[in-house]
């Protein structure tokens, strides 16, 4: 039987591209991922992307910064296209890059993080995959808070630090300077094109015979075990997400990953309790060579059987994720289908992500020579019960954050708590 991808494919190659029909992009794995993620939303909401940064007050100009933003969206394809179903195809629809920068004030006793909370739970899918706000915030107005947001499915979190640093130098410009040209545009709609493809042809491989048995194998005793969110609405006031986060010591080689994978074990545990196997995701991969370095087209979600209650073993742990690295291209919803084809329940939702950033590969956005501070807005409604992201550098930098209407807030912060604890470094003994 075709394996997912291969089905996919034929399915976007009989759509008609001929001429006066609309500019259709094929989509990856992890792009298909997000779009189910969507359309199983009761709601329809898109996860997000958003990166924060606090300026000066009058520091920005949004004609400017809309102007760079939208010289970026005409160069990059994915920036100004829409996600569409076809035929029962997903794919990515090209449009006019329109990106918006949006000026919200704040009402008594408002500050930026409430009004930017409610801006993107009110984010329409409809509109452009990259949208700008700027709030004012501070005592008496002294700062403003710029918020940089993507669709996920336009772009992953690794991409942050490229985009960022883009968008600065073409605000550098001014709002007077030229657009790419039409041959630049065309030149990189090829490579973008190119690239998914690449991609696509990679995942195909990915999704043999072979891969599909080791899946459904080392997933077969997965089940997912977070309840389900609670029927009863929040009480008035309290956010829809809590979190937790603490700075902890770190070796100059960082923490390997397996040890965050145990980690995670260990807050599971806390979670769910002892004796489950559940499924927590996170991203993985590479560009298949000879793909050129186009945004949008980003890595897979590899999904780890933590098995709870169990002592980690981190040599134990590491063997595993190795294996799982062997076979870590086969798109997610593949590695659904192999699971349940072997026996698991499990519907493809997870229990918990866990993302690593590396502090020196993440620089500040600079607009016009004036370097924002980035900060954190918590509060903000999550996908899934719980996320781990984990920023290794000088030290490490560790964050939770947990849906309320799934997880109490004195669970998630036992689970927190675990987590840190695994994570320590052994005290030094006394020479």
Avoid: K
């Amino acid at each position: 039987m075709p394996s997912i991808t291969s089905q996919y494919l034929a399915r976007f190659r009989r759509l008609d591209t001929g001429e006066g029909a609309l500019v259709l992009l094929p989509v990856t794995g992890a792009q298909r991922r997000f779009a189910l993620v969507r359309a199983m939303d009761p709601a329809g909401r898109p996860d997000l992307v958003p990166m924060f940064f606090a300026f000066p007050r009058g520091t920005v100009d949004p004609e400017r910064l809309a102007a760079a933003a939208n010289r970026l969206a005409a160069l990059h394809p994915v920036l100004r296209s829409l996600p569409t179903v076809v035929r029962g195809t997903p794919a990515l629809r090209l449009e006019q890059p329109q990106i918006p920068v949006v000026r919200l004030a704040c009402a008594p006793g408002e500050d930026a993080a409430t009004v930017l909370r409610r801006a993107l739970e009110g984010w329409s899918a409809q509109g452009a995959p990259l949208r700008l706000f700027l709030v004012p915030d501070g005592p008496e107005g002294t700062e403003e808070v710029l918020a940089v947001v993507l669709d996920h499915l336009a772009c992953d979190g690794q991409s942050l630090a490229r985009l960022a640093g883009e968008l600065g130098a073409a605000y550098e410009q001014g709002s007077g300077a030229e657009g790419p040209s039409p041959a630049e545009v065309a030149a990189e709609l090829t490579a973008y094109r190119d690239a998914v493809l690449l991609q696509l042809a990679a995942e195909e491989r990915a999704g043999s015979p072979e891969a599909m048995a080791y899946w459904g194998e080392r997933l077969r005793a997965v089940r997912e075990q977070s309840p389900a969110p609670q029927s009863a609405p929040l009480p008035a006031g309290t956010l829809p997400s809590g979190s937790a986060a603490v700075r902890l010591p770190a070796s100059a080689d960082g923490v390997p990953f397996p040890a965050l994978l145990d980690g995670c074990r260990a807050a599971a545990t806390a979670l769910y309790g002892s004796g489950h196997v559940v499924p927590v995701g996170y991203p993985w991969g590479g560009r298949p060579p000879g793909a050129a370095p186009v945004l949008g087209c980003f890595l897979n979600t590899v999904v780890f059987p933590t098995a709870t209650g169990q002592q980690p073993d981190a040599g134990a742990t590491a063997d595993a994720w190795w294996d799982d690295l062997d076979q870590a291209a086969t798109p997610f919803d593949a590695v659904v289908h192999a699971a349940r084809a072997a026996g698991s329940g499990w519907s493809g939702r997870l229990d918990g992500l866990l993302t690593v950033d590396d502090s020196r590969r993440h620089p500040p956005m600079c607009l016009a020579g004036v370097t924002g501070r980035e900060i954190h807005i918590d509060g903000r409604a999550v996908r899934g019960p719980f996320a781990v992201s984990v920023t290794q550098g000088a030290e490490l930098q560790l964050r939770m954050v947990w849906d309320r209407a799934i997880l109490p807030d004195p669970t998630a912060e036992q689970a927190f708590a675990a987590l840190a604890d695994a994570l320590r470094s052994p005290a030094p003994t006394a020479g």
